[in-house]
């Protein structure tokens, strides 16, 4: 077997084809964008290099033939409540069904993650946000994927614990149909914040992009500052990103809740890209991008899928969520636009996001898992912390 440092363009396109070739068996499979594969490994794009570096190997057999990849990442901004020492990671891993093959590229991304000061590894993860290639299917695979999920074959679990990879948390999606009756709870708690002066559930406006990218940085900012994990995000840092989903963007979507107008909670749903994408076999050039817009016009895709959700520390426990969901469903449901609801993953460290799941009767769709190894062997191995909640 030969392992290859991914080191010019050519090596950089086998790097995405190995995981065409791992998936192609599998009728559910949807190949991610080249172009977005490309832009986590290109310093000009991601910001993270500021704060990490990156290596990627490809593995032939002695051939020639591909049966492997693999990435590392070092990343000063990644951390994890509890988690006291350097963590890199590794993402992007495919193999053939061979413990050996699987061994070497693990190997790689741990010498080099060690002889970058890195005490423990975490994978599969993204060198960049979380919502996006994000922890290893484990159960799932007899349904597409939706944009920016970890998809892979069955076999790979055997192959990360096999090597050594312990589970630091599980991942769960929950999916239900839009038209599912929501329990009673939410009509009888939406009741209760109509009646209460200044409480306001409302859509998203197209028109401005500019104002609620500002609400969502505050909501967001707010809401997760007590997790410690470094996620505060800029209002800046959100027009842009707001700006680039504006071409998919469906303002029926996206929900704000407010107080005497100040935004206190939001949920934050898009169309499920890769309903448009799994025709483009990880093109998106003009052809293509002009084919999304006529689909988007003749409403091919029938899931939305869930990106953010957060809720001000002060009015948690309240029942904003319920207020804020039902005054979506009211306007949603029963309308033919979409047929099913793809919820973001939970971890089993925030029990109250995956209550919420469970409280609209949504069922769990996938289960995911990020796995961490023990570089230093001299550091317990320790699951990820329960999230603790500020009454």
Request: aromatic letters at 16%; hydrophobic letters at 40%.
């Amino acid at each position: 077997m030969q392992l290859i440092e991914v080191n010019n363009a050519a090596e950089a396109r086998e790097f995405i084809e190995v995981n065409v070739l791992m998936n192609r068996h599998n009728p559910k499979y949807i190949r991610p964008l080249d172009s977005e594969v490309n832009d986590v490994f290109n310093p000009a794009v991601n910001k993270l290099y500021k704060y990490g570096e990156t290596k990627r190997w490809i593995l032939k057999d002695d051939t020639g033939k591909l049966i492997g990849r693999i990435a590392a990442f070092t990343n000063s901004k990644y951390v994890n409540k509890g988690t006291e020492f350097a963590t890199g990671g590794a993402g992007f891993f495919d193999c053939i069904n061979n413990q050996e093959a699987a061994n070497m590229l693990f190997n790689a991304a741990a010498e080099w993650l060690k002889s970058k000061g890195m005490e423990a590894m975490d994978g599969p993860i993204n060198f960049g946000d979380r919502d996006k290639w994000w922890g290893l299917m484990v159960d799932g695979f007899d349904v597409e994927p939706v944009y920016g999920m970890g998809f892979n074959p069955p076999y790979y679990q055997q192959l990360f614990e096999g090597f050594g990879f312990q589970n630091y948390y599980n991942q769960y999606y929950y999916a239900m149909g839009v038209n599912d009756p929501l329990p009673a709870r939410f009509p009888e708690r939406h009741a209760k914040f109509k009646a209460k002066a200044g409480y306001e559930a409302r859509h998203i406006s197209i028109k401005n992009l500019d104002k609620h990218a500002e609400e969502f940085a505050t909501v967001y900012n707010a809401a997760w500052a007590q997790h410690g994990e470094a996620k505060e995000i800029t209002k800046e840092q959100v027009v842009k990103l707001f700006n680039k989903m504006k071409l998919i963007m469906d303002e029926r979507l996206i929900w704000f809740a407010y107080y005497k107008d100040e935004p206190i909670a939001m949920w934050i749903n898009i169309p499920d890209l890769n309903q448009y994408f799994k025709h483009f076999n990880g093109k998106l050039g003009l052809l293509q991008k002009l084919r999304l817009l006529l689909m988007k016009r003749n409403n091919a895709c029938r899931v939305f899928t869930g990106v953010a959700f957060g809720i001000v520390p002060k009015y948690q426990a309240l029942g904003v969520d319920s207020f804020m969901i039902y005054e979506g469903a009211l306007l949603i449901q029963n309308k033919g636009w979409y047929d099913r609801y793809e919820m973001g993953w939970g971890g089993d460290w925030n029990p109250k996001m995956l209550n919420i799941y469970k409280n609209l009767g949504a069922t769990q769709s996938r289960h995911l898992i990020t796995y961490r190894y023990m570089l230093n062997k001299d550091i317990p191995f320790e699951r990820h912390p329960v999230m603790e909640y500020k009454a």
